[in-house]
């Protein structure tokens, strides 16, 4: 089905009584966030989706008149319903475009709920997601467990004979070039730090933060939260990692399973309730660690509270910095570099201008601007993996507007690493992917073997 934008113009105003008659499963989309929704238009040229397929049901304006006509009893949750909801990147560059700050994400994600309650996972997709978002992510011990067998699978010489021997190619071609660009996989810095309650600030204490180590984040990109302590206690941080901290549950949401989702969440309130300040070094973590009021909203209401009490508490390690002062460093890295604009970092946090003022400020770096920064790249959490073609598309388009002639391409989230990686050698480049942190690490790591 194709919603014609004359059918747009004829949507009638929405009220309380019906739009929750018609949504009958519990946690149902907030008709709040659409009800200022006017059908403008404004949304359409931020949309990756749209912009690749000109298809009304593939916009920001298209979906909130489905996620509407649902409500109102003109649609049911059907296939209809659901390809366009879940072909959506959730990447919040409507709600920027948006002149009254629509929240299509959010409402996404509910109506992602809903069908999820509705039309539940069958066969191998049913497999895969209870493997790994129900019985991996959740759990540290089998999160370690994973990560040593990445480790082993790079270390032993198994991905190089998998890889010469053609082995990797039963794997969909999607898969093949995501495992081409996979980091090394080292010690994860919650096994590192495993007995030390606080790691103490270098010289005198300024202020004592919690950090989120992550999931993914941990098993893959131990290095970037290593770098991240390292800033953290250089510029007077004492840093605690909770150790009953869980994934944020980010994934388990943006697949629509919310029952998850809030469980996480309650353990990460519970487990950071002591803490003044939550930081988080992944774009993503940090946007679903600030909206975990949300996921209470209808469904146990007496955890909202708490829950918007710990969001407060959480903020994106570059504008922690940037607000709290950092030190300059005085080594030069001289690199020239440009920075690509992590969706839930830019149009989810509001966070743009913090990490290019870091990259400004180490000594020898010259920044180059990259037209349309803030446009997905097509990683959007397991979007790449769910939705390869469209993903594929949207990241080609992305590696369209990065610089021919920089060494370095600075981002901070770990979905767009991998998938500007995946960019770069596809497309024949050569930059080199850096999380913005660990250019500020590498530049007080020089100065410090320079004295």
């Not at 296939?79 to 948006?98: E, G, H, I, S, W």
């Not at 939550?278 to 708490?306: D, H, S, T």
């Amino acid at each position: 089905m194709t919603v014609k934008e004359s059918e747009l113009k004829k949507v009638p105003p929405c009220t309380t009584q019906r739009s929750l008659s018609n949504y009958l499963l519990r946690d149902h989309p907030d008709e709040n966030k659409w009800a200022d929704c006017v059908h403008c238009g404004m949304c359409l040229e931020s949309c990756p989706t749209y912009e690749l397929t000109g298809q009304e049901q593939h916009s920001p304006r298209g979906r909130v008149y489905l996620i509407q006509s649902v409500a109102e009893g003109r649609m049911e949750v059907n296939k209809q319903f659901m390809d366009p909801v879940f072909a959506c990147l959730d990447c919040r560059a409507c709600t920027t475009a948006c002149p009254a700050d629509v929240d299509v994400g959010g409402l996404i994600e509910e109506a992602r709920g809903q069908i999820r309650q509705a039309i539940p996972l069958t066969g191998w997709k049913r497999s895969v997601n209870k493997f790994f978002l129900q019985g991996v992510f959740p759990h540290q011990n089998r999160l370690n467990m994973f990560g040593n067998f990445l480790r082993f699978y790079q270390k032993s010489g198994m991905q190089k004979v998998v890889q010469k021997t053609k082995l990797i190619n039963v794997m969909p071609q999607h898969l093949v070039e995501m495992e081409a660009v996979m980091p090394e996989v080292q010690q994860p810095v919650r096994k590192k730090f495993n007995n030390e309650t606080v790691i103490k600030a270098k010289g005198e204490t300024k202020n004592e933060v919690a950090f989120l180590t992550g999931c993914v984040m941990d098993v893959m990109f131990s290095d970037i939260n290593e770098s991240t302590i390292n800033v953290l206690t250089r510029n007077g941080n004492d840093v605690s990692i909770p150790k009953n901290q869980t994934c944020c549950g980010a994934l388990h949401v943006h697949a629509g399973d919310r029952d998850t989702g809030r469980k996480l969440a309650k353990q990460n309130i519970e487990a950071f309730q002591d803490a003044e300040k939550v930081i988080v070094n992944a774009a993503g973590c940090g946007c679903m660690l600030q909206e975990y009021g949300e996921l209470f909203r209808e469904v146990e209401p007496e955890w909202r509270e708490k829950a918007e009490a710990f969001s407060a508490k959480v903020e994106d390690i570059s504008k922690y910095l940037h607000d709290t002062g950092y030190e300059k460093p005085k080594a030069e890295l001289n690199k020239r570099i440009t920075y690509h604009d992590a969706c839930h970092l830019a149009h989810g946090q509001g966070v743009r201008q913090e990490p290019r003022d870091i990259l400004l400020d180490i000594p020898g770096v010259e920044m180059v601007h990259m037209p349309n920064a803030d446009r997905c790249c097509g990683s959007a959490g397991i979007y790449n993996i769910t939705n390869p073609e469209m993903a594929g598309a949207v990241l080609e388009s992305k590696m369209e507007n990065v610089p021919d002639d920089v060494e370095m391409i600075s981002m901070g989230n770990p979905g767009c690493m991998l998938q500007m990686a995946v960019g770069v050698q596809k497309y024949g480049r050569n930059q080199k992917i850096v999380h913005t942190v660990q250019l500020l690490d590498w530049a007080y790591q020089k100065e410090e073997g320079e004295k």
